[in-house]
């Protein structure tokens, strides 16, 4: 949330002519990911990180050992229970960790495959490579936890990882925003443009933004009525002695 507020407050977003296809893979990363990293805590507090020992692919010399999801994914078992060391038994915990192991291959797929696309985009290679490079290094630390028995320095690095590819994935929802309309009323008051899918576009320099004040709120002042010119000398009197109303008889001296 700190990440996308930022992006959004420094106004530089990134133009490209197929945004609402690309956010929507975005969408789904984070989504993924947010899924994944979930799992990950349900792995740490059920001490099921060591469920499958250090064997990797398999699992306790087994593709698919047995497994007791039910009992796994128990979310509350309520107040006074001493979780100290798991309470789970060996079924349950393997049915986190293989649900784990699943969730990374998933989410390897799908970033690898939005890092292609992200790629092939003009104005993204670099931020792709980035992601790319990521997602490879948090799944190798993945393994590296499982074939060390979770040393502490591979378990932070891990959690860092998943921060920055979240880091990533939401910079990049913040940023990235509809090419603008040639003459669009709204574009004035946007933002500088970045790159487009044709290539660069000149910023446009707009007026700041500035408080309404009170004579907003007040309806327009009525146009004082014209007024006779004076005029000096001699026929300055006539036309002032001309402009006086008489009342005579309702004939005025000529």
């Known amino acids: 949330l700190l990440a996308w507020m930022a992006w959004r407050a ?24 947010a899924l994944q990293v979930a799992l990950g805590g349900w792995v740490s507090a059920n001490y099921a990180a060591l469920a499958c020992a250090n064997d990797f692919p398999k699992c306790v010399g087994q593709w698919w050992p047995p ?36 969730g990374a291959l998933v989410v390897l797929a799908f970033v ?12 993204l290679r ?28 591979v378990a932070v690095a891990h959690n860092a990882g ?15 925003r ?9 574009e004035d008051r946007l933002g500088p443009v970045r ?18 004040t009170w004579r907003v709120l007040l309806p327009p002042r009525p146009a004082p009525a014209a007024r006779p010119v004076a005029r000096a000398g001699f026929s300055g009197a006539l036309h002032r002695r001309s402009l006086a109303p008489h009342k005579s008889g309702g004939r005025s001296r000529r």
Not at 162 to 176: G, K, T, W
Not at 178 to 186: I, P
């Open 10 to 33: 420094t106004d530089v977003p990134i133009r490209l002519a197929e945004a609402r296809q690309v956010r929507a893979w975005v969408w789904g990363g984070i989504g993924l990911l």
């Open 67 to 102: 497994t007791d999801f039910r009992e796994g994914f128990v979310l509350w078992r309520g107040i006074g229970v001493d979780y100290e060391g798991g309470i789970l038994d060996g079924a349950s915990r393997i049915a986190i960790q293989m649900a784990h192991r699943i």
């Open 112 to 123: 690898l495959t939005l890092t292609v696309r992200l790629l092939r985009t003009p104005g």
């Open 126 to 153: 670099g931020r792709a490579s980035l992601l790319g490079a990521l997602i490879l290094t948090q799944f190798a630390l993945g393994i590296a936890n499982v074939l060390l028995s979770l040393p502490l320095a």
């Open 162 to 176: 998943a921060m920055l590819l979240l880091f990533v994935l939401v910079s990049l929802l913040a940023r990235i």
């Open 178 to 186: 509809a090419v603008l309309r040639r003459g669009a009323d709204t």
């Open 195 to 212: 790159v487009t899918a044709g290539g660069l576009v000149p910023p446009r320099r707009h007026a700041p933004w500035r408080w309404p």
